[in-house]
Protein backbone atom coordinates (compact mmCIF):
# COMPACT_ATOMS: atom_id res chain seq x y z
CA UNK A 1 0.00 0.00 0.00
CA UNK A 2 1.53 3.69 -0.88
CA UNK A 3 2.63 5.32 1.96
CA UNK A 4 0.75 8.52 0.74
CA UNK A 5 -1.54 9.89 -1.80
CA UNK A 6 -0.06 10.21 -4.91
CA UNK A 7 0.54 14.31 -5.91
CA UNK A 8 -1.19 14.65 -9.07
CA UNK A 9 0.27 17.62 -11.45
CA UNK A 10 -1.60 20.85 -12.18
CA UNK A 11 -2.35 19.44 -15.69
CA UNK A 12 -4.06 16.44 -14.56
CA UNK A 13 -5.95 18.37 -12.18
CA UNK A 14 -7.09 20.79 -14.73
CA UNK A 15 -8.49 17.93 -16.29
CA UNK A 16 -9.78 15.38 -13.54
CA UNK A 17 -10.32 17.29 -9.92
CA UNK A 18 -13.97 17.25 -8.87
CA UNK A 19 -14.94 15.00 -12.00
CA UNK A 20 -14.91 11.32 -11.03
CA UNK A 21 -17.57 9.18 -13.43
CA UNK A 22 -21.56 10.05 -12.52
CA UNK A 23 -22.38 7.15 -10.19
CA UNK A 24 -25.73 6.40 -11.68
CA UNK A 25 -24.59 6.73 -15.61
CA UNK A 26 -21.40 6.15 -15.72
CA UNK A 27 -21.08 9.63 -17.78
CA UNK A 28 -17.23 10.68 -18.07
CA UNK A 29 -17.64 14.26 -19.29
CA UNK A 30 -19.27 16.05 -16.28
CA UNK A 31 -23.11 16.23 -16.96
CA UNK A 32 -25.39 19.49 -16.86
CA UNK A 33 -27.29 19.71 -13.78
CA UNK A 34 -29.92 22.19 -14.97
CA UNK A 35 -32.39 21.83 -12.33
CA UNK A 36 -33.53 24.40 -9.80
CA UNK A 37 -34.54 22.16 -7.09
CA UNK A 38 -33.66 18.60 -5.44
CA UNK A 39 -36.38 16.24 -4.66
CA UNK A 40 -36.13 15.12 -0.28
CA UNK A 41 -36.42 11.63 0.30
CA UNK A 42 -38.67 12.39 3.09
CA UNK A 43 -38.98 15.10 5.89
CA UNK A 44 -36.50 13.49 7.69
CA UNK A 45 -34.28 14.21 5.01
CA UNK A 46 -35.10 17.73 4.10
CA UNK A 47 -34.62 18.74 7.80
CA UNK A 48 -31.08 17.28 7.61
CA UNK A 49 -30.17 19.15 4.82
CA UNK A 50 -31.39 22.35 6.11
CA UNK A 51 -29.94 21.82 9.38
CA UNK A 52 -26.69 20.81 7.39
CA UNK A 53 -26.51 17.31 9.08
CA UNK A 54 -26.21 15.76 5.83
CA UNK A 55 -24.52 16.74 2.50
CA UNK A 56 -26.94 17.12 -0.34
CA UNK A 57 -28.07 19.51 -2.58
CA UNK A 58 -31.81 21.60 -1.86
CA UNK A 59 -31.91 24.23 -4.81
CA UNK A 60 -29.32 25.27 -7.15
CA UNK A 61 -29.04 28.58 -5.71
CA UNK A 62 -27.28 27.45 -2.48
CA UNK A 63 -25.64 24.15 -4.35
CA UNK A 64 -25.61 22.12 -7.73
CA UNK A 65 -23.47 19.29 -8.90
CA UNK A 66 -22.27 20.78 -12.09
CA UNK A 67 -21.25 23.84 -10.25
CA UNK A 68 -19.57 21.94 -7.55
CA UNK A 69 -17.27 20.47 -9.82
CA UNK A 70 -16.27 23.59 -10.94
CA UNK A 71 -16.02 24.47 -7.49
CA UNK A 72 -13.78 21.52 -6.24
CA UNK A 73 -11.56 21.96 -9.77
CA UNK A 74 -10.67 25.39 -8.86
CA UNK A 75 -9.87 24.37 -4.75
CA UNK A 76 -7.81 21.76 -6.46
CA UNK A 77 -5.65 24.26 -8.69
CA UNK A 78 -5.45 26.65 -6.00
CA UNK A 79 -4.10 24.36 -4.07
CA UNK A 80 -7.00 25.59 -1.59
CA UNK A 81 -9.43 23.82 0.92
CA UNK A 82 -12.91 24.57 -0.52
CA UNK A 83 -14.40 27.47 -3.09
CA UNK A 84 -17.79 28.85 -3.69
CA UNK A 85 -18.71 29.85 -7.71
CA UNK A 86 -20.66 32.90 -7.66
CA UNK A 87 -22.30 34.16 -10.94
CA UNK A 88 -19.78 37.09 -11.85
CA UNK A 89 -16.38 37.77 -10.48
CA UNK A 90 -17.99 40.72 -8.68
CA UNK A 91 -20.10 38.75 -6.89
CA UNK A 92 -17.31 36.17 -5.73
CA UNK A 93 -15.47 39.19 -4.69
CA UNK A 94 -18.30 40.91 -2.72
CA UNK A 95 -19.57 37.19 -1.03
CA UNK A 96 -15.89 36.67 -0.16
CA UNK A 97 -15.89 39.93 1.63
CA UNK A 98 -19.36 39.98 3.07
CA UNK A 99 -19.25 36.82 4.65
CA UNK A 100 -16.35 38.27 7.26
CA UNK A 101 -17.15 41.66 7.00
CA UNK A 102 -20.37 43.92 8.11
CA UNK A 103 -21.55 48.15 8.82
CA UNK A 104 -19.20 49.55 10.69
CA UNK A 105 -16.45 47.68 9.30
CA UNK A 106 -12.78 48.67 7.44
CA UNK A 107 -11.21 47.12 4.69
CA UNK A 108 -7.79 48.33 3.44
CA UNK A 109 -7.29 47.86 -0.25
CA UNK A 110 -4.08 48.30 -2.75
CA UNK A 111 -5.25 51.36 -5.07
CA UNK A 112 -4.27 49.65 -7.98
CA UNK A 113 -7.33 47.39 -8.28
CA UNK A 114 -9.28 46.63 -11.36
CA UNK A 115 -11.58 50.07 -11.55
CA UNK A 116 -14.92 47.63 -11.37
CA UNK A 117 -13.24 46.85 -7.63
CA UNK A 118 -12.29 50.01 -6.87
CA UNK A 119 -16.33 50.90 -7.83
CA UNK A 120 -17.11 48.25 -5.14
CA UNK A 121 -15.14 48.71 -2.13
CA UNK A 122 -15.17 52.48 -2.46
CA UNK A 123 -18.52 53.39 -3.13
CA UNK A 124 -20.90 50.40 -3.45
CA UNK A 125 -19.44 49.23 -0.14
CA UNK A 126 -19.40 52.77 1.35
CA UNK A 127 -22.83 52.97 0.59
CA UNK A 128 -23.19 49.82 2.60
CA UNK A 129 -21.07 51.39 5.66
CA UNK A 130 -18.38 49.50 4.71
CA UNK A 131 -15.14 51.72 4.85
CA UNK A 132 -11.80 51.01 2.61
CA UNK A 133 -8.53 52.71 2.83
CA UNK A 134 -6.73 52.46 -0.21
CA UNK A 135 -3.31 52.40 -0.40
CA UNK A 136 -0.35 51.87 -2.63
CA UNK A 137 0.84 48.75 -2.74
CA UNK A 138 4.71 49.32 -3.81
CA UNK A 139 5.23 49.92 -0.34
CA UNK A 140 3.81 46.90 2.13
CA UNK A 141 4.49 48.84 5.05
CA UNK A 142 1.62 51.27 3.79
CA UNK A 143 -1.08 48.64 4.35
CA UNK A 144 0.10 47.90 8.02
CA UNK A 145 0.14 52.45 8.26
CA UNK A 146 -3.73 52.38 6.96
CA UNK A 147 -5.13 49.02 9.25
CA UNK A 148 -7.38 50.32 12.40
CA UNK A 149 -8.51 48.62 15.23
CA UNK A 150 -11.82 47.86 12.77
CA UNK A 151 -10.19 46.69 10.12
CA UNK A 152 -11.34 43.16 8.91
CA UNK A 153 -9.14 42.22 5.43
CA UNK A 154 -6.91 43.30 3.72
CA UNK A 155 -7.44 43.08 -0.30
CA UNK A 156 -4.79 43.16 -3.35
CA UNK A 157 -4.65 41.91 -6.93
CA UNK A 158 -1.59 39.07 -7.87
CA UNK A 159 -1.19 41.24 -11.38
CA UNK A 160 -3.06 44.83 -10.93
CA UNK A 161 -5.25 45.85 -13.81
CA UNK A 162 -4.07 47.57 -15.51
CA UNK A 163 -1.35 48.62 -14.12
CA UNK A 164 0.06 45.15 -14.29
CA UNK A 165 1.58 45.45 -10.98
CA UNK A 166 3.04 42.39 -9.11
CA UNK A 167 1.97 42.22 -5.68
CA UNK A 168 4.04 41.00 -2.68
CA UNK A 169 2.17 38.30 -1.24
CA UNK A 170 4.04 37.14 1.48
CA UNK A 171 5.17 40.73 2.68
CA UNK A 172 1.31 42.24 3.03
CA UNK A 173 0.10 38.45 4.66
CA UNK A 174 2.66 38.81 6.99
CA UNK A 175 1.29 42.18 8.20
CA UNK A 176 -2.32 41.38 7.78
CA UNK A 177 -1.79 38.37 9.85
CA UNK A 178 -0.03 40.42 12.90
CA UNK A 179 -3.35 41.42 13.38
CA UNK A 180 -5.50 38.53 12.63
CA UNK A 181 -6.71 39.58 9.77
CA UNK A 182 -6.91 38.07 6.60
CA UNK A 183 -5.64 38.68 3.05
CA UNK A 184 -8.07 38.71 0.07
CA UNK A 185 -6.26 38.05 -3.19
CA UNK A 186 -7.68 38.44 -6.73
CA UNK A 187 -5.71 36.40 -8.83
CA UNK A 188 -7.77 36.72 -11.89
CA UNK A 189 -4.77 37.65 -14.27
CA UNK A 190 -2.23 35.80 -13.27
CA UNK A 191 -4.37 32.45 -12.86
CA UNK A 192 -3.62 29.35 -10.70
CA UNK A 193 -1.56 28.09 -13.29
CA UNK A 194 1.02 30.76 -13.10
CA UNK A 195 0.93 31.63 -9.19
CA UNK A 196 -0.97 29.92 -5.75
CA UNK A 197 -1.30 33.43 -3.37
CA UNK A 198 -1.91 30.87 -0.72
CA UNK A 199 1.89 29.37 -1.51
CA UNK A 200 2.83 32.68 0.06
CA UNK A 201 0.84 33.49 2.71
CA UNK A 202 -2.93 34.46 1.13
CA UNK A 203 -5.69 33.31 3.12
CA UNK A 204 -8.67 33.91 0.63
CA UNK A 205 -8.48 33.81 -3.15
CA UNK A 206 -10.99 35.06 -5.45
CA UNK A 207 -11.20 34.64 -9.21
CA UNK A 208 -13.28 36.13 -12.02
CA UNK A 209 -13.67 32.80 -13.91
CA UNK A 210 -15.03 34.96 -16.77
CA UNK A 211 -11.09 35.57 -17.83
CA UNK A 212 -8.30 32.97 -17.89
CA UNK A 213 -10.37 30.02 -16.30
CA UNK A 214 -12.89 29.92 -18.91
CA UNK A 215 -10.43 31.44 -21.84
CA UNK A 216 -13.24 31.37 -24.67
CA UNK A 217 -14.44 34.84 -23.62
CA UNK A 218 -18.33 33.23 -23.54
CA UNK A 219 -19.30 32.79 -20.09
CA UNK A 220 -19.64 35.01 -16.78
CA UNK A 221 -18.68 33.42 -13.69
CA UNK A 222 -16.42 34.19 -10.77
CA UNK A 223 -15.15 31.56 -7.65
CA UNK A 224 -14.18 32.08 -4.29
CA UNK A 225 -11.92 29.88 -2.45
CA UNK A 226 -10.18 29.23 0.95
CA UNK A 227 -6.86 27.80 1.96
CA UNK A 228 -8.01 26.06 4.95
CA UNK A 229 -5.02 28.12 7.19
CA UNK A 230 -6.54 30.91 8.17
CA UNK A 231 -7.17 30.25 12.16
CA UNK A 232 -10.64 32.50 13.12
CA UNK A 233 -10.24 31.28 16.21
CA UNK A 234 -6.87 32.26 16.84
CA UNK A 235 -6.66 34.83 19.98
CA UNK A 236 -6.46 38.20 17.71
CA UNK A 237 -8.69 36.56 15.57
CA UNK A 238 -11.81 35.58 17.17
CA UNK A 239 -12.29 39.33 18.67
CA UNK A 240 -12.65 40.35 15.02
CA UNK A 241 -14.85 37.56 13.52
CA UNK A 242 -16.97 36.73 16.59
CA UNK A 243 -19.53 35.56 13.79
CA UNK A 244 -17.38 32.86 12.52
CA UNK A 245 -17.55 31.14 16.37
CA UNK A 246 -20.86 32.15 17.55
CA UNK A 247 -24.34 30.73 16.71
CA UNK A 248 -25.29 31.96 13.20
CA UNK A 249 -28.09 34.46 12.98
CA UNK A 250 -28.54 33.99 9.59
CA UNK A 251 -28.60 30.18 9.74
CA UNK A 252 -30.38 28.60 12.67
CA UNK A 253 -27.66 29.18 14.53
CA UNK A 254 -24.94 26.79 13.32
CA UNK A 255 -21.06 27.27 14.35
CA UNK A 256 -19.43 27.05 11.17
CA UNK A 257 -15.92 27.52 12.25
CA UNK A 258 -16.59 24.53 14.93
CA UNK A 259 -18.89 22.65 12.53
CA UNK A 260 -17.04 22.69 9.27
CA UNK A 261 -13.29 23.71 10.75
CA UNK A 262 -11.09 24.41 7.84
CA UNK A 263 -13.94 25.40 5.18
CA UNK A 264 -15.87 26.80 7.70
CA UNK A 265 -15.69 30.24 5.72
CA UNK A 266 -16.30 29.13 2.76
CA UNK A 267 -19.89 27.08 3.90
CA UNK A 268 -20.76 30.60 6.00
CA UNK A 269 -20.07 32.33 2.38
CA UNK A 270 -22.38 30.06 0.55
CA UNK A 271 -25.16 29.98 3.62
CA UNK A 272 -25.37 32.99 4.82
CA UNK A 273 -23.93 35.18 1.61
CA UNK A 274 -24.39 33.46 -1.73
CA UNK A 275 -27.73 32.09 -0.59
CA UNK A 276 -29.49 35.54 0.64
CA UNK A 277 -27.69 37.83 -1.76
CA UNK A 278 -28.64 35.54 -4.71
CA UNK A 279 -25.65 35.43 -6.66
CA UNK A 280 -25.66 31.65 -7.80
CA UNK A 281 -23.59 30.35 -10.77
CA UNK A 282 -26.20 28.46 -13.36
CA UNK A 283 -25.00 25.35 -13.80
CA UNK A 284 -24.55 25.61 -17.65
CA UNK A 285 -22.23 28.80 -16.75
CA UNK A 286 -20.09 26.03 -14.84
CA UNK A 287 -19.81 23.66 -17.57
CA UNK A 288 -18.46 26.09 -19.45
CA UNK A 289 -16.25 27.27 -17.57
CA UNK A 290 -14.96 23.60 -17.17
CA UNK A 291 -14.63 23.22 -20.72
CA UNK A 292 -12.11 25.99 -20.69
CA UNK A 293 -10.23 25.08 -17.38
CA UNK A 294 -9.63 21.78 -18.94
CA UNK A 295 -6.42 23.28 -20.89
CA UNK A 296 -5.48 26.31 -18.70
CA UNK A 297 -2.43 25.36 -18.47
CA UNK A 298 -1.58 24.84 -22.00
CA UNK A 299 -3.01 28.14 -22.73
CA UNK A 300 -1.19 30.58 -19.99
CA UNK A 301 1.76 28.91 -21.56
CA UNK A 302 1.26 30.48 -24.81
CA UNK A 303 -0.78 33.40 -23.78
CA UNK A 304 3.23 34.28 -21.85
CA UNK A 305 5.06 33.22 -24.41
CA UNK A 306 3.02 35.73 -26.47
CA UNK A 307 3.11 38.58 -24.28
CA UNK A 308 6.57 38.31 -23.63
CA UNK A 309 7.33 38.57 -27.66
CA UNK A 310 4.86 41.20 -27.77
CA UNK A 311 6.31 43.44 -24.80
CA UNK A 312 10.10 43.11 -26.61
CA UNK A 313 8.25 43.60 -30.10
CA UNK A 314 7.13 46.99 -29.02
CA UNK A 315 9.65 48.02 -26.49
CA UNK A 316 12.04 47.99 -29.73
CA UNK A 317 9.49 50.20 -32.22
CA UNK A 318 10.01 53.29 -32.96
CA UNK A 319 6.53 54.51 -32.51
CA UNK A 320 5.93 52.79 -29.16
CA UNK A 321 7.06 55.62 -26.27
CA UNK A 322 6.97 53.03 -23.44
CA UNK A 323 6.14 49.12 -22.68
CA UNK A 324 4.67 48.29 -19.28
CA UNK A 325 5.00 44.05 -19.15
CA UNK A 326 6.29 42.51 -15.58
CA UNK A 327 8.15 39.30 -17.28
CA UNK A 328 10.67 42.25 -19.01
CA UNK A 329 13.50 41.76 -16.88
CA UNK A 330 13.77 46.02 -17.06
CA UNK A 331 10.57 46.29 -15.45
CA UNK A 332 10.36 47.29 -11.68
CA UNK A 333 8.31 44.07 -11.03
CA UNK A 334 10.50 41.71 -12.53
CA UNK A 335 12.13 40.42 -9.53
CA UNK A 336 8.85 39.63 -7.94
CA UNK A 337 7.29 38.17 -10.72
CA UNK A 338 10.45 35.69 -11.14
CA UNK A 339 9.87 35.02 -7.40
CA UNK A 340 5.95 34.32 -7.43
CA UNK A 341 5.20 33.42 -10.95
CA UNK A 342 5.90 29.93 -12.40
CA UNK A 343 8.54 30.03 -15.11
CA UNK A 344 7.92 29.75 -18.35
CA UNK A 345 10.91 28.52 -20.71
CA UNK A 346 13.06 29.93 -17.81
CA UNK A 347 11.02 33.38 -17.38
CA UNK A 348 8.37 34.41 -15.08
CA UNK A 349 5.00 33.50 -17.07
CA UNK A 350 3.86 37.20 -16.26
CA UNK A 351 0.19 36.35 -18.35
CA UNK A 352 -1.03 38.34 -21.20
CA UNK A 353 -1.62 41.57 -19.95
CA UNK A 354 0.76 44.37 -20.91
CA UNK A 355 0.10 48.29 -21.20
CA UNK A 356 2.22 50.81 -23.58
CA UNK A 357 1.71 54.13 -25.20
CA UNK A 358 2.26 55.82 -28.67
CA UNK A 359 5.23 58.30 -29.60
CA UNK A 360 3.01 61.14 -31.46
CA UNK A 361 2.62 64.44 -31.09
CA UNK A 362 -1.25 63.95 -29.51
CA UNK A 363 -1.19 60.32 -27.61
CA UNK A 364 -4.64 59.86 -26.53
CA UNK A 365 -5.50 60.67 -30.23
CA UNK A 366 -3.09 58.65 -31.28
CA UNK A 367 -4.27 55.65 -29.21
CA UNK A 368 -7.43 56.01 -30.32
CA UNK A 369 -6.83 55.54 -34.00
CA UNK A 370 -4.87 52.77 -33.54
CA UNK A 371 -7.66 50.73 -31.27
CA UNK A 372 -9.85 51.86 -34.43
CA UNK A 373 -6.94 50.48 -36.83
CA UNK A 374 -6.50 46.91 -35.77
CA UNK A 375 -7.56 44.18 -38.36
CA UNK A 376 -8.17 41.17 -35.59
CA UNK A 377 -7.55 42.31 -32.67
CA UNK A 378 -10.73 42.77 -30.71
CA UNK A 379 -11.59 46.22 -29.22
CA UNK A 380 -13.48 45.28 -26.37
CA UNK A 381 -13.76 45.30 -22.25
CA UNK A 382 -12.62 41.76 -21.13
CA UNK A 383 -9.01 40.26 -20.39
CA UNK A 384 -8.13 36.96 -20.49
CA UNK A 385 -9.76 35.37 -23.38
CA UNK A 386 -7.76 33.35 -26.06
CA UNK A 387 -7.88 36.32 -29.10
CA UNK A 388 -5.95 39.22 -28.46
CA UNK A 389 -7.81 42.14 -26.95
CA UNK A 390 -6.66 45.79 -26.77
CA UNK A 391 -8.82 48.52 -25.06
CA UNK A 392 -8.08 52.12 -24.23
CA UNK A 393 -8.70 52.29 -20.60
CA UNK A 394 -9.30 55.70 -19.51
CA UNK A 395 -11.87 55.86 -21.77
CA UNK A 396 -13.59 53.11 -21.27
CA UNK A 397 -13.02 50.16 -18.14
CA UNK A 398 -11.85 53.53 -15.93
CA UNK A 399 -13.90 56.19 -17.22
CA UNK A 400 -15.78 56.07 -14.06
CA UNK A 401 -12.51 57.45 -11.99
CA UNK A 402 -11.95 60.96 -11.89
CA UNK A 403 -8.23 62.20 -12.51
CA UNK A 404 -6.71 61.81 -9.59
CA UNK A 405 -8.45 58.06 -9.10
CA UNK A 406 -6.95 57.85 -12.30
CA UNK A 407 -3.59 58.79 -11.31
CA UNK A 408 -3.66 56.24 -8.44
CA UNK A 409 -4.45 53.31 -10.40
CA UNK A 410 -1.71 54.11 -12.67
CA UNK A 411 -3.74 54.74 -15.77
CA UNK A 412 -2.15 57.07 -18.05
CA UNK A 413 -4.19 59.14 -20.71
CA UNK A 414 -2.32 57.70 -23.35
CA UNK A 415 -2.26 54.12 -22.11
CA UNK A 416 -3.09 51.41 -24.43
CA UNK A 417 -4.03 47.42 -22.86
CA UNK A 418 -3.31 44.43 -24.36
CA UNK A 419 -4.68 41.65 -23.54
CA UNK A 420 -2.33 39.35 -25.34
CA UNK A 421 -3.81 36.01 -26.89
CA UNK A 422 -2.95 33.01 -27.74
CA UNK A 423 -3.49 33.60 -31.68
CA UNK A 424 -0.25 32.65 -33.88
CA UNK A 425 2.39 35.29 -32.05
CA UNK A 426 3.50 36.27 -36.08
CA UNK A 427 -0.21 37.46 -36.85
CA UNK A 428 -0.61 39.88 -33.75
CA UNK A 429 2.93 41.82 -34.61
CA UNK A 430 1.64 42.46 -37.82
CA UNK A 431 -1.45 43.89 -36.79
CA UNK A 432 -0.02 45.84 -33.91
CA UNK A 433 2.58 47.06 -36.30
CA UNK A 434 0.09 48.27 -39.50
CA UNK A 435 -2.17 49.70 -36.80
CA UNK A 436 0.80 51.38 -34.72
CA UNK A 437 1.47 52.94 -38.59
CA UNK A 438 -1.57 54.10 -39.41
CA UNK A 439 -2.45 55.52 -36.10
CA UNK A 440 0.13 58.04 -36.56
CA UNK A 441 0.16 58.55 -40.32
CA UNK A 442 -3.39 59.38 -40.22
CA UNK B 1 -0.42 8.49 7.72
CA UNK B 2 -3.75 8.12 6.77
CA UNK B 3 -3.87 7.83 3.02
CA UNK B 4 -7.43 7.90 1.09
CA UNK B 5 -6.88 3.84 0.28
CA UNK B 6 -5.96 3.46 4.00
CA UNK B 7 -9.10 5.84 5.38
CA UNK B 8 -11.63 4.15 2.64
CA UNK B 9 -10.73 0.69 3.73
CA UNK B 10 -11.38 1.47 7.48
CA UNK B 11 -14.91 3.31 6.95
CA UNK B 12 -15.96 -0.30 4.91
CA UNK B 13 -14.58 -2.62 7.88
CA UNK B 14 -15.52 -0.39 10.33
CA UNK B 15 -19.72 -0.42 10.89
CA UNK B 16 -20.13 -0.18 14.62
CA UNK B 17 -18.82 3.47 16.24
CA UNK B 18 -18.77 4.24 19.89
CA UNK B 19 -18.68 7.83 19.40
CA UNK B 20 -17.04 9.46 23.41
CA UNK B 21 -18.27 12.56 24.25
CA UNK B 22 -21.32 12.97 21.62
CA UNK B 23 -23.82 15.41 22.25
CA UNK B 24 -27.70 15.03 22.38
CA UNK B 25 -28.06 18.94 21.29
CA UNK B 26 -28.41 18.90 17.70
CA UNK B 27 -26.41 21.64 16.74
CA UNK B 28 -23.27 20.56 18.15
CA UNK B 29 -20.61 18.76 15.59
CA UNK B 30 -20.37 15.77 17.79
CA UNK B 31 -24.02 15.00 16.91
CA UNK B 32 -23.54 16.45 13.14
CA UNK B 33 -21.09 13.64 12.80
CA UNK B 34 -22.59 10.79 14.60
CA UNK B 35 -26.24 11.43 12.81
CA UNK B 36 -24.31 11.77 9.61
CA UNK B 37 -22.95 8.41 9.81
CA UNK B 38 -26.15 6.80 11.21
CA UNK B 39 -27.76 8.08 8.31
CA UNK B 40 -24.86 6.21 5.84
CA UNK B 41 -25.49 2.72 7.96
CA UNK B 42 -23.62 2.82 10.51
CA UNK B 43 -24.11 1.70 13.92
CA UNK B 44 -23.74 4.62 16.19
CA UNK B 45 -23.03 3.81 20.03
CA UNK B 46 -22.79 6.62 22.78
CA UNK B 47 -20.83 7.07 25.24
CA UNK B 48 -22.09 10.14 27.38
CA UNK B 49 -22.56 9.13 31.07
CA UNK B 50 -24.84 12.15 31.45
CA UNK B 51 -27.29 11.16 28.87
CA UNK B 52 -29.89 8.31 28.63
CA UNK B 53 -30.39 8.05 24.84
CA UNK B 54 -29.25 10.02 21.64
CA UNK B 55 -30.02 9.39 17.93
CA UNK B 56 -32.30 6.51 19.36
CA UNK B 57 -29.68 4.84 20.85
CA UNK B 58 -28.83 3.93 24.36
CA UNK B 59 -25.74 5.54 26.04
CA UNK B 60 -23.48 4.24 27.93
CA UNK B 61 -21.05 6.04 30.85
CA UNK B 62 -17.91 4.56 29.14
CA UNK B 63 -16.15 2.84 26.32
CA UNK B 64 -16.16 -0.33 28.20
CA UNK B 65 -19.80 -0.77 29.76
CA UNK B 66 -20.51 -0.04 25.80
CA UNK B 67 -18.45 -2.91 24.59
CA UNK B 68 -20.28 -5.11 27.66
CA UNK B 69 -23.51 -4.11 26.67
CA UNK B 70 -23.28 -4.61 22.81
CA UNK B 71 -21.29 -8.39 23.37
CA UNK B 72 -24.66 -9.63 25.22
CA UNK B 73 -26.46 -8.78 21.69
CA UNK B 74 -23.33 -10.41 19.79
CA UNK B 75 -22.05 -7.19 18.91
CA UNK B 76 -18.80 -5.36 18.67
CA UNK B 77 -17.45 -1.95 18.56
CA UNK B 78 -15.47 -1.64 15.84
CA UNK B 79 -14.19 2.01 16.13
CA UNK B 80 -13.83 4.31 19.04
CA UNK B 81 -14.14 7.99 17.41
CA UNK B 82 -13.69 10.20 20.09
CA UNK B 83 -15.03 14.03 20.62
CA UNK B 84 -12.65 14.78 24.04
CA UNK B 85 -9.82 16.72 24.65
CA UNK B 86 -6.67 15.60 23.51
CA UNK B 87 -5.60 15.23 27.04
CA UNK B 88 -8.41 12.77 27.83
CA UNK B 89 -7.51 10.07 25.27
CA UNK B 90 -5.00 7.92 26.76
CA UNK B 91 -7.76 5.94 28.95
CA UNK B 92 -10.19 6.52 26.10
CA UNK B 93 -7.38 4.57 24.04
CA UNK B 94 -6.53 1.95 26.55
CA UNK B 95 -10.19 0.71 26.73
CA UNK B 96 -10.32 0.83 22.84
CA UNK B 97 -7.18 -1.45 23.02
CA UNK B 98 -9.11 -3.48 25.70
CA UNK B 99 -12.19 -4.10 24.08
CA UNK B 100 -9.93 -5.17 20.86
CA UNK B 101 -11.70 -2.07 18.54
CA UNK B 102 -10.13 -2.00 15.56
CA UNK B 103 -9.55 2.07 15.25
CA UNK B 104 -8.89 4.64 17.49
CA UNK B 105 -10.68 7.77 15.85
CA UNK B 106 -9.52 11.39 17.33
CA UNK B 107 -11.46 14.43 15.79
CA UNK B 108 -10.52 17.55 14.29
CA UNK B 109 -8.11 18.92 16.93
CA UNK B 110 -7.42 16.09 18.95
CA UNK B 111 -3.88 14.93 18.84
CA UNK B 112 -2.63 12.96 21.23
CA UNK B 113 0.59 10.96 19.93
CA UNK B 114 1.47 9.36 23.13
CA UNK B 115 -2.11 7.41 22.83
CA UNK B 116 -2.23 6.99 19.09
CA UNK B 117 1.57 4.81 19.60
CA UNK B 118 0.56 2.67 22.16
CA UNK B 119 -3.23 2.06 20.17
CA UNK B 120 -0.43 1.68 17.10
CA UNK B 121 1.21 -0.89 18.95
CA UNK B 122 -1.74 -3.01 19.86
CA UNK B 123 -2.65 -3.48 16.03
CA UNK B 124 -5.28 -0.72 15.92
CA UNK B 125 -5.36 1.66 12.69
CA UNK B 126 -5.47 5.44 14.17
CA UNK B 127 -6.44 8.45 12.62
CA UNK B 128 -5.96 11.44 14.67
CA UNK B 129 -6.99 15.29 13.75
CA UNK B 130 -10.14 14.16 11.32
CA UNK B 131 -13.82 14.16 10.89
CA UNK B 132 -15.02 10.61 10.55
CA UNK B 133 -17.73 12.93 8.65
CA UNK B 134 -15.64 14.90 6.55
CA UNK B 135 -14.02 11.76 5.77
CA UNK B 136 -16.29 9.76 5.10
CA UNK B 137 -18.41 12.72 2.74
CA UNK B 138 -14.45 13.22 1.03
CA UNK B 139 -14.03 9.72 0.23
CA UNK B 140 -17.49 8.19 -0.94
CA UNK B 141 -18.98 11.08 -1.89
CA UNK B 142 -20.86 14.09 -0.49
CA UNK B 143 -18.41 16.62 0.18
CA UNK B 144 -17.31 17.53 -3.03
CA UNK B 145 -21.46 18.63 -3.49
CA UNK B 146 -20.09 21.51 -0.48
CA UNK B 147 -17.00 22.75 -3.08
CA UNK B 148 -14.58 21.06 -0.56
CA UNK B 149 -11.26 19.70 -2.20
CA UNK B 150 -11.81 15.70 -1.77
CA UNK B 151 -8.38 15.24 -3.91
CA UNK B 152 -9.87 11.81 -5.32
CA UNK B 153 -9.12 12.03 -8.86
CA UNK B 154 -10.24 8.86 -10.64
CA UNK B 155 -12.01 7.17 -13.63
CA UNK B 156 -13.50 5.09 -11.91
CA UNK B 157 -17.48 4.73 -11.64
CA UNK B 158 -18.27 5.36 -7.84
CA UNK B 159 -19.36 1.59 -6.56
CA UNK B 160 -22.11 3.37 -4.04
CA UNK B 161 -24.53 5.93 -3.91
CA UNK B 162 -24.29 8.68 -1.33
CA UNK B 163 -27.35 9.64 0.20
Known amino acids: MAEQDHDYGFGTRAIHAGAVPDPVTGARATPIHQTTSFVFD ?54 AILAIVKAGDHLVAASTLYGGTVGQLGIGFARLGI ?37 DIEAVARIAHEHGLPLIIDNTVASPYLCNPFAFGADIVVHSATKYLGGHGTTMAGVLVESGKFDWGSGLAREKFPEMLEPSRAYHGVKFYETFGDFGYTMKARMEVNRTFGGALSPLNAWLILQGIETLHLRMQAHCRNALRVAEFLGDHPLVAWVNYPGLERSPHYALAKKQFRAIDG ?72 SVGIEDVEDILWDLDQALRSAVSG | MSTIHELRRILATCRTLAVVGLSPQWHRPSFFAAKYMQEHGYRIVPVNPVAEQILGERSYPSVTAAAQALAQQGQKIDMVDCFRRSADIPPIADEAIAIGAKCLWLQIGVVNEEAAAKARAAGLDVVMDRCVKIEHARLFGGLNWAGVNTKVISARRPQQLFY
Open chain 1, 42 to 95: SAEHAASLFNLQTFGNVYSRISNPTVAVLEERVASLEGGRAALACATGMAAQMT
Open chain 1, 131 to 167: ATTFVDPEDPENFRRAIRPDTRAVYGETLGNPLVNVF
Open chain 1, 347 to 418: QPGASGILTFGIRAADAVKAGERFIDACEFLSHLANIGDAKTLVIHPASTTHRQLDEEELARAGVRPDMIRL
